[in-house]
């Protein structure tokens, strides 16, 4: 049989068939089409102005990765004007975070972007191997996720960067949507609206958007492939994420069968609208008492689970039984470590930044 043409520029030898739409093409026509899609949903969300200063949240996986050179490919084809940087997160765990800091750095050097790698020693005091050995396997990642977060508004304050995009894929979404459905039925849609919003802010954070809202995993894995990037593709030690494997495997199957499935389901998303009398009941926004972050309760959950760490009460922070248990031992103690006090600064960055060896 001979060899298909590219049904896009109907010239060169079709070499894949593209995940979202079916469509046989050529390398070329792919690179070009899936670097266009992204450009597309930048503009019309308008997620940037010219002399932005964006983080790109670095991991050294295919996400992050990809997300690194198509931003490099299109501030530099469509002149956005912006500076970038990596933003790494170091959690501290042995034999996964630390090789995979490795391709980040090697990243930095082959996008030529300065590189920021703040570990959660640094800020918290505590290692996820540490906080592992105490708390076990199984609330793992809700130390690890809360912390995360709250290290990459820090990482980006001290850059001084007015964004930070990360590598979630519409795969990504359409999963949260799922998980969040429970939501929905008891009547927490505004959970539901923010997974899927391309943007999010509050009033004392940066700018977080997800370039890749509407991208397919298996094609970032495909332009990874044939663009030969260098990532990192192990999994972390401690994931189990039963719940989110769950989602997962069930989108798999919708996927195969309907392609246009995950992006329905982000559509379907994006289609519940909070009603103006319910953003009225939502909590108000404050500021942790302890710390300074954002946080709608007097302490902010990082805050919450860190004293539950330094007091040997870990669950402190995950149940309202835990919370209650600590209350009963009084006050705590005025030598607890805490989290630095945070503030977006403004003026220049002081940071230093790591440099290429
Ligand atoms: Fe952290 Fe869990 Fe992700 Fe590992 S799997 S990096 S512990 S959130
Ligand atoms: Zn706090």
């Given at each position: 049989?001979?060899?298909?043409?590219c049904?896009l520029?109907?010239?060169?030898?079709?070499?894949?068939?593209?995940?979202?739409t079916g469509?046989?093409?050529?390398?070329?026509?792919?690179f070009y089409?899936?670097?266009t899609?992204?450009h597309n949903t930048?503009?019309?969300?308008?997620?940037f102005q010219?002399?932005?200063?964006v983080?790109i949240?670095?991991?050294?996986?295919k996400?992050s990765?990809?997300?690194a050179r198509?931003?490099?490919?299109l501030?530099?084809r469509y002149d956005?004007?912006?500076e970038l940087?990596?933003?790494s997160?170091?959690?501290?765990?042995?034999?996964y975070?630390?090789?995979?800091l490795?391709?980040?750095?090697r990243?930095?050097q082959q996008y030529d972007?300065?590189?920021?790698?703040?570990s959660?020693d640094?800020?918290y005091?505590?290692t996820?191997?540490a906080?592992?050995s105490?708390?076990?396997?199984?609330?793992?990642c809700?130390?690890c996720?809360?912390?995360r977060?709250?290290?990459?508004?820090?990482?980006?304050?001290?850059?001084?960067?007015?964004?930070?995009?990360?590598?979630?894929n519409?795969?990504?979404?359409a999963e949260?949507?799922?998980m969040?459905?429970?939501?929905v039925m008891?009547?927490?849609?505004?959970?539901?609206?923010?997974c899927?919003?391309?943007?999010?802010q509050g009033?004392d954070?940066i700018r977080?958007?997800?370039?890749?809202?509407?991208?397919?995993?298996?094609e970032?894995?495909?332009?990874?492939?044939?663009k030969?990037?260098?990532?990192?593709?192990?999994?972390?030690?401690y994931?189990?994420d039963?719940y989110?494997?769950h989602?997962?495997?069930?989108l798999?199957?919708l996927e195969?069968?309907r392609?246009s499935?995950i992006?329905d389901i982000?559509?379907?998303g994006e289609?519940?609208?909070?009603?103006e009398?319910?953003?009225a009941m939502?909590?108000?926004?404050?500021?942790c008492?302890?710390?300074g972050?954002?946080?709608?309760?007097?302490?902010?959950?990082?805050?919450t689970?860190?004293?539950?760490?330094?007091?040997g009460?870990?669950?402190a922070?995950?149940t309202?039984?835990g919370?209650?248990?600590?209350?009963l031992q009084g006050?705590?103690?005025?030598?607890l470590r805490?989290?630095p006090?945070f503030?977006?600064p403004s003026?220049?960055?002081?940071?230093a930044?790591?440099?290429?060896?």
């Open positions: 049989m001979a060899p298909r043409t049904a520029c109907e010239n060169a030898k079709a070499m894949l068939k593209r995940p979202k469509q046989q093409i050529c390398r070329e026509c792919f089409v899936f670097e899609e992204v930048i503009t019309q969300s308008k997620l010219p002399g932005d200063r983080a949240g670095a991991s050294g996986g996400d990765t990809v997300l198509v931003m490099k490919t501030n530099e956005y004007g912006l940087f990596l933003l997160i170091d959690e501290g765990i042995t034999g975070r630390d090789d995979s490795e391709t980040v750095k990243n930095q972007m300065p590189l920021k790698i703040l959660y640094e800020l005091g505590w996820m191997d906080i592992v105490q708390v076990g396997r199984k609330n793992n809700t130390f996720g809360v912390f977060r709250q290290a990459l508004d820090r990482g980006a304050a001290m850059l001084h960067v007015d964004h930070i995009v990360t590598g979630h519409a795969d990504d979404i949260t949507v799922l969040n459905i429970k939501l008891r009547g927490d849609i505004a959970r539901l609206g923010r899927t919003a391309i943007c999010t009033e954070t977080r958007s997800k370039p890749f809202k509407y991208a397919y995993e298996k970032i894995v495909m332009y990874a492939y044939f030969k990037l260098d990532y990192f593709s192990t999994e972390c030690i994931s189990p039963a989110r494997g989602a997962r495997v069930f798999k199957e195969a069968a392609p499935a992006i982000i559509h379907s289609a519940f609208e909070v009603r009398e319910v953003k939502q909590r108000v926004q404050q500021t008492k302890r710390c972050y954002m946080s709608s309760n007097d302490l902010c959950k990082a805050c689970l860190l004293e539950g760490l330094e007091r009460m870990a669950n922070g995950i309202d039984r919370r209650k248990q600590l209350d006050p705590a103690p005025d030598n805490t989290i006090f503030k977006i003026g220049n960055p002081i940071i930044i790591e440099t290429a060896s």
